[in-house]
C-alpha cells in the first residue's frame, strides 16, 4: 500500500506520523515543493525577530523520518489524474493507492492598482520571509495591510527591526467579527503604544511605482511612500492545480465527514479542505494550526482503510498582539448571535469575556481573554458541558490566572 501526502504542513506531516502508527507496513512518501524539512509556519516571525534560526522551527529531529521509514520528495505538484491514480510532478509522475491533500493555502492579494509590483507580498511561505528579509536593509518606512493575526505580526516584526509602520484596517475597529469594542480598543492600544501607526477604517486606494514599490496611496488621500507593503488580508486554499482531476471544489476539496473527497481514496485536510454542509447548516471555523493537526490525525485512519469521523471539538485558538496576550474558545463573535449575550470584564489593561445563552440555562458557548491566560483545559470544559454563566464566573479562579484578578472578576 503506497499513501502519498501532498504538503508537508501541519497537516500533512501529522498525517504520516499517525499513518505509521497505524500500519507499520505501508509506504508512504510525503511531497512538498517548498521545503524537504517540514518547519512551523506560525513561527516565520521569529526567524525574522532573531530569537530563531530554521533548524528551531524543524517539526522533527532529521533521524525522526528514516526512523519512521517516511519518504519525503522535494517536488511540485501540477496536476493530478484520479483515473490512472498518479500526480503529475515537475520530476515525472508519481503513483499512489491513496492520496492526502494537504497542500494549505496561499495568500489573498487584492486586486488594487499596483498589486503585482514587486515589493508586495503576504507572508505564507519561507520564500516569503527571505524576500521580506532582502528588502529590509533598504526599508525605513513600511506599510502592513489588513487587520488579521498576519498584519499585527508583520506589524510588530517590522517595529523589532527598527522600522517605522503604517498599519491600514479597513474595518472601522480591530477584528469586529471577534472581537466586542472593549477588546477591539485594547487591541489598537497595544499596537499604538508599540509605535505602530495605526489607521482604523482606512484602505489602499493605489500602490505607485516603475516596476518597485514607491508609494501607496490610502484612501484618506494620503500617500506614503515606502519599497514594501505586507499584506495580510486572508488566505485561499491552493486547490487550482486541481483543475480537471475529478475531485470536486467549491471554495476548498470538498469532504465528508471522514474528511475524505468525492474520489475513493483521497482525503484532504487542513487549510485546502471544506467540510460539506447540509443546507442551512453553520460553516465551521477555518482551519488553524489546532483544527489542520487534529484532521491530519483524522485523515490518517482513512488513509489505512479505518474512515474516522472527524471530531473538532471546542474550538481554540490563540495569539498575541505584541504584548498583548489573546485567547478564543468556542464561538466568541463580535456580536452576539440571536439568544446569546456577553458577560464582559476589564480593568483597562486585561479583558475576560463569557458569551453565554439567554435563555434559562445561560449556557457557556464562547470565552475570549486578552491579557490574561486561561487553562485551555477548563474553558473547553465549559463549553463542552453547557455550564452556567454563574457557574463559570464561580470556577474562574480554577482557570488559573491572576489570583487576584480572577477574584475581582468573580465579584463583578
Same mark, same amino acid.
Given at each position: ?6 504538503? /508537508? =504542513?501541519?497537516? +500533512? ?40 534560526? &530554521? ?66 507580498? +503576504? ?22 495591510? +489588513?487587520? +488579521? ?71 484618506? =488621500? ?15 486554499? /491552493? ?5 480537471? @482531476? ?13 474528511? &475524505? ?14 467540510? !460539506? ?52 474558545? =468556542? ?7 440571536? =439568544? ?14 463569557? &458569551?453565554? !445563552?439567554?435563555?434559562?440555562? &445561560? ?5 475570549? @481573554? ?23 464566573? !464561580? ?15 468573580? @465579584?463583578?
Amino acid at each position: 500500500m503506497h499513501i502519498v501526502i501532498l504538503g /508537508n =504542513g501541519i497537516a +500533512g506531516v501529522t498525517a504520516a506520523r499517525h499513518v505509521r502508527k497505524l500500519d507499520a507496513e505501508a509506504q508512504i512518501t510525503m511531497v512538498s515543493g517548498e521545503t524537504r524539512e517540514p518547519y512551523a509556519r506560525t513561527a516565520l516571525m521569529y526567524i525574522y525577530m532573531g530569537t530563531l534560526t &530554521q533548524p528551531h522551527t524543524w517539526l522533527y529531529e532529521e533521524d525522526f523520518w528514516a526512523k519512521n521509514r517516511i519518504e519525503r520528495v522535494w517536488d511540485h505538484a501540477h496536476g493530478l489524474d484520479t483515473a490512472r491514480k498518479v500526480i503529475d510532478l515537475d520530476g515525472g509522475e508519481l503513483a499512489y493507492d491513496r492520496l492526502l491533500l494537504a497542500t494549505g493555502s496561499v495568500p489573498f492579494i487584492p486586486p488594487w492598482p499596483g498589486h503585482q509590483l514587486e515589493g508586495v507580498q +503576504g507572508l505564507y511561505h519561507l520564500g516569503d520571509l527571505e524576500r521580506l528579509e532582502a528588502a529590509t536593509p533598504q526599508l525605513e518606512h513600511g506599510i502592513v495591510v +489588513g487587520g +488579521g493575526l498576519i498584519g499585527v505580526e508583520l506589524a510588530e516584526m517590522l517595529r523589532v527591526r527598527g522600522k517605522n509602520v503604517t498599519f491600514l484596517v479597513r474595518e472601522e475597529r480591530y477584528m469586529p467579527l471577534i472581537l466586542v469594542e472593549e477588546e477591539s480598543a485594547l487591541v489598537a492600544d497595544a499596537i499604538r503604544q508599540h509605535g505602530v501607526d495605526l489607521r482604523l477604517g482606512t484602505e489602499v486606494e493605489r500602490i505607485e511605482g516603475a516596476g518597485c514599490v514607491e508609494a501607496v496611496v490610502a484612501s484618506d =488621500g494620503d500617500r506614503i511612500e515606502t519599497t514594501w507593503v505586507g499584506v495580510g488580508t486572508g488566505v485561499r486554499p /491552493n486547490v487550482e492545480w486541481l483543475d480537471g @482531476s475529478g475531485v470536486e471544489i467549491d471554495r476548498g476539496v470538498l469532504v465528508d465527514e471522514a474528511l &475524505q473527497t468525492n474520489v475513493p481514496g483521497v482525503y484532504a485536510a487542513g487549510d485546502c479542505a471544506q467540510l !460539506r454542509l447540509p443546507p442551512g447548516a453553520e460553516p465551521p471555523t477555518r482551519p488553524i494550526w489546532y483544527t489542520a493537526r487534529l484532521q491530519g490525525a483524522t485523515a490518517a485512519f482513512g488513509l489505512v482503510g479505518r474512515p474516522r469521523t472527524y471530531a473538532p471539538g471546542v474550538f481554540f485558538n490563540s495569539a498575541k498582539f505584541f504584548d498583548l496576550e489573546y485567547q478564543t474558545y =468556542g464561538h466568541a463573535t463580535g456580536e452576539p448571535r440571536a =439568544g446569546e449575550a456577553n458577560w464582559l470584564v476589564s480593568d483597562g489593561r486585561r479583558s475576560v469575556r463569557i &458569551q453565554h !445563552r439567554t435563555d434559562a440555562s &445561560q449556557a457557556v458557548v464562547g470565552v475570549t @481573554s486578552l491579557g490574561v491566560r486561561l487553562r485551555q483545559e477548563i474553558c473547553s470544559q465549559w463549553i463542552a458541558d453547557g455550564v452556567s454563566l454563574d457557574t463559570a464566573r !464561580r470556577q474562574l479562579e480554577l482557570a488559573d490566572f491572576d489570583p487576584e484578578f480572577a477574584r475581582s472578576l468573580a @465579584s463583578t
